[in-house]
Structures are given as structure tokens and as C-alpha cells.
């Protein structure tokens, strides 16, 4: 088929739609290390697990061979209502750039959480509700987790309780609301109301928080409390099982055209957009079917990948959740407080961590004002506001592009365009301003995280 009827946006059918969700982890021989108990550093059970999260889904954490699960037909109905998410060709940005390079990005930010995390959201909330639970907790950093838990919370009937990482709490009270919209209760953490919040304010008075300290809040609340487990937006197993809905469409739509990409680009902070897009391409790499590259991008603020340890490491401040091993910047990491595009957490997905480490994914960090400059070309381009987060993966597809545009060479780039900046326009203020730096933690700042790690026998 030639190259121009390629549609600017491709969709699915509701036929098309995928029906399963994709376990990267049945095709990877090295599999992703068990997360251990915090205190006796045994592998976690099913049973322990279950104490905090939704049985269904410690199933699916735990389950490392079984390539597809059916996604329940409740969860697809409401995927309907948002699904499937565009797939763009960015006609626009290529002729802007004057590359032979054909860019592709799958836009997430088409629903009113403004992100792909309500993907996973939905699928934690139904879980949850199936188990008859009353409610669910969680963190947030920057809100869109948090946004996107209370909309499908809000809709399958279930209390929904965040902890906001308290610097977001006062810069962001729109998404606050938005989460109040729809019924959440919105705690900026750390805060007086738990037990970890009250050690962790003694210990540092005036801290602005991170998404460590608020999971441990959230965690503890679960816990606690009669009718309630913990879910998490990012990081685990079982939001990039969810997440790979973004990937199975890309592929389906990708190969209704013929079109194969070369580069796959994705923003990480916990790795749940950047494992939910590659996922089934990488399973063709690991098959030895197919072969691509894969790219993650992160901010050089929060530089997991590229400066962290591979090692086993708390998932939160309160050092209460299992040790995942992950390259992390230490549970103690707290990203330097102007640092404004997202993607904030110490470590990572121990799936995706694997993935590097064996080779199959290469990384790179990126400095904000870069990130924000990316970001605006790329609105004037192609019409769409984009999250900082989304504007990593931008930063570095403009690159690649720019390098065939060198060479000559006529790759075809895809990258996952996660999420709308709507609610970022302080940071887009303070980058018009002039105000943005680009602090990037020295060595000797990166030293003191990584004392911070457990130390394993
Ligand atoms: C949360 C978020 C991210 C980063 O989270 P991952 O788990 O790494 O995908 C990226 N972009 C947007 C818009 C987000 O909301």
C-alpha cells in the first residue's frame, strides 16, 4: 500500500479492539526478580501479597509464563468510552523537520484524566469492587493517577482514597479537584493521619514529600483499614499487563498498513506507558521474530537508567512495601524541587529493569528546558498540548528524526504521547519566564540514595 493513504489518525474497529492483554514476561528468559518481603527478604507469597493488594491482581503480578489474559468484558466497556486512543502519523512534525523519517505517536491523552493511566485504573477498580471490597488507596505525584483512579473508582461504586506528594497538593489544586469531582478524597502527604507521615515529617520538617513517603501513607491506611487493599498507578507487573492495551492497538493498527517501526520511544518514570507500548514488539524481539529499538526516556533530574544501581531497593520512603530489584537512585532519592516535568519516582519497573539490563532496551536522560522546548514546537506543530512527561519521548523521537534528516536514512519512529499539560502551565509559566534550570544531581548527591539500599546477604 502506498505511503500516502496512510491516514493522519489511525483507528480500530470495535472488532479490532484487542480482547487480551499482553504478559511480556511469558516470552522473557531472565524474568523479572521476585519482590521480597521488606523485613525477612524471602520472595513475597501470594498470601502476603494479598494483605495489600486485590487477589486478582496478585495472580497476574505473580504470573510469569501465561502470555494473554482475557480482559473482562466489564473492563472493555468502559475502554470502549475512551478506546481505542488515536495513533497519529505526524505529518506535520515531519515536513517541520524536514526529515525522511515517518513519525508515528499513539496519543493517551484523549479522556478526562488526561493520561494513559486510566487504563490500568479501571482494570485495579474492577478488581477490587469483584473482590467486594469498600475502597481502595493510593498515592499520586503529580495528580493523573490519582485523577484517573477516581474516575473508575466514581464508576464502579468504590471509596477511593489519595495521598498527594504534599509540593503537588499546593502547586496543582485543579487536579485536586478534579479527584474531588468525582469523589475521591484528596490527604497532601506526608501528613499528621498516619503513622509513617507523622515519622516522616518528625524526621524532616518542611518536606515537600515525594511518591515514596505517600505510598508508604497509602499503604498503611489499606491496611489498616477493614475493606481496603492499596493499588499503584506504575512500577508493577500488573500495570504494564494493562498498559500493553496501548501497544496491542499500536501493533494492530501498525500492521493494517503494513508499516513496521524501527525506533519505539517512550518516557519512563516508573516504565508503565513506555512496558504498556513495547510490549508486544518486544515480545517479537525476544521470539526472535522481529527485531527494533527501543528507547527510554527519562529526566537527567531523575536519572534511574542511565546514573541509577540495579539492585534490590525499597519501593517507598517508609520502607514498608516488598524490595523490588530495579535500577533506583535509593528509596531516600528526592528529585530537586524545581524539577518540574513528572516522572519523579527512584526506581523502576522490574520488568523493564530486566529488559535493560539484558540489552534489549537502550536508555537516555534529557534535560528539562530541552523537554519544554520539544514540548512547544511540538504543539505548534501538531496542535496538542502535551504533558511534560509525554514531552521526554518527544524530546528524543525530534532527535531521531533529525538524525535520519543527516543520514538520509528513512526510519519509521513511534513514540507513546501520554498524556495533555493542562494542568502543567506553572511549569510551562516558569519555562516562558526564563525561570527553568536544569539541575542534575551530582555524583555525590546520587551517593547518599544509594547508601540508602538494603543491604541483601
Ligand atoms: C504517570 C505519567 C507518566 C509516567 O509514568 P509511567 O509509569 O512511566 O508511564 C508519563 N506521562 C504521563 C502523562 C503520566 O501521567
Redesign the pocket.
Known amino acids: 500500500m502506498s505511503e500516502c493513504k496512510i491516514p493522519y489518525k489511525i483507528y480500530l474497529s470495535e472488532e479490532e479492539m484487542p480482547r487480551v492483554w499482553y504478559n511480556v514476561r511469558a516470552d522473557m528468559r531472565n524474568k523479572p526478580a521476585p519482590l521480597l518481603h521488606p523485613a525477612t527478604h524471602q520472595p513475597m507469597t501470594a498470601e502476603e501479597l494479598s494483605a495489600v493488594f486485590c487477589e486478582e491482581l496478585v495472580k497476574q503480578e505473580l504470573d510469569d509464563t501465561t502470555p494473554f489474559f482475557t480482559i473482562p468484558t466489564e473492563i472493555r466497556d468502559f475502554y470502549k468510552m475512551y478506546r481505542p486512543s488515536p495513533l497519529v502519523r505526524a505529518y506535520c512534525l515531519e515536513e517541520a523537520l524536514g526529515t525522511p523519517a515517518r513519525i508515528y505517536y499513539k496519543f493517551e491523552?484523549n479522556n478526562t484524566s488526561?493520561?494513559?493511566?486510566l487504563n490500568s485504573a479501571v482494570a485495579q477498580a474492577y478488581y477490587a469492587k469483584n473482590q467486594g471490597l469498600k475502597g481502595v488507596t493510593t498515592e499520586t505525584g503529580?495528580g493523573?493517577?490519582g485523577t484517573a483512579l477516581s474516575m473508575a473508582c466514581s464508576y464502579l461504586g468504590l471509596d477511593c482514597k489519595v495521598y498527594m506528594v504534599k509540593c503537588s497538593y499546593e502547586q496543582k489544586p485543579f487536579r485536586r479537584e478534579v479527584m474531588r469531582v468525582y469523589g475521591a478524597s484528596v490527604t497532601p502527604s506526608p501528613s499528621e493521619s498516619t503513622q509513617v507521615g507523622r515519622r516522616i515529617l518528625a524526621e524532616h520538617p518542611g518536606t515537600s514529600g515525594s511518591l515514596g513517603c505517600a505510598i508508604s501513607e497509602a499503604v498503611e491506611v489499606a491496611t489498616s483499614q477493614p475493606g481496603y487493599r492499596y493499588v499503584l498507578?506504575?512500577?508493577l507487573n500488573q500495570?504494564l499487563l494493562h498498559q500493553s492495551i496501548i501497544g496491542l492497538e499500536c501493533k494492530t493498527a501498525l500492521d493494517k498498513y503494513g508499516v513496521k517501526p524501527d525506533i519505539i520511544i517512550g518516557?519512563?518514570?516508573?516504565?508503565?506507558?513506555?512496558g504498556g507500548l513495547i510490549s508486544p514488539f518486544m515480545g517479537e524481539k525476544l521470539r526472535g521474530e522481529a527485531d527494533y529499538r527501543f528507547i527510554a526516556v527519562e529526566p537527567a533530574s531523575c536519572p534511574s537508567f542511565t546514573r541509577g544501581r540495579f539492585a534490590y531497593d525499597y519501593c517507598d520512603t517508609g520502607m514498608v512495601c516488598p524490595l523490588s530489584k530495579m535500577y533506583t537512585l535509593g528509596s531516600g532519592f528526592i528529585p530537586a524541587p524545581n524539577h518540574a516535568g513528572?516522572?519523579r519516582y527512584h526506581g523502576m519497573s522490574a520488568t523493564l529493569s530486566q529488559l535493560y539490563h539484558d540489552g534489549y532496551m537502550e536508555a537516555v536522560s534529557v534535560k528539562q528546558t530541552e523537554v519544554f522546548e520539544a514540548a512547544e514546537q511540538f504543539a505548534r506543530i501538531e496542535g496538542i498540548l502535551p504533558?511534560p512527561?509525554?514531552s521526554h519521548a518527544i524530546k528524543v523521537a525530534v532527535d531521531e528524526a533529525l538524525r535520519c534528516k543527516e543520514t538520509g536514512e528513512e526510519k519509521t519512529i513511534l513514540f507513546g504521547l501520554?498524556?495533555t499539560g493542562y494542568f502543567d502551565l506553572v511549569a510551562y509559566e516558569r519555562f516562558h519566564d526564563g525561570q527553568m534550570t536544569n539541575y542534575v544531581p551530582t555524583d555525590e548527591d546520587l551517593a547518599v540514595g544509594f547508601a540508602g539500599l538494603p543491604k541483601m546477604d
Open positions: 491523552g488526561g493520561s494513559h493511566k503529580a493523573q493517577w498507578g506504575s512500577v500495570v518516557c519512563a518514570g516508573g516504565g508503565s506507558n513506555l513528572g516522572l504533558a512527561e509525554s501520554t498524556g
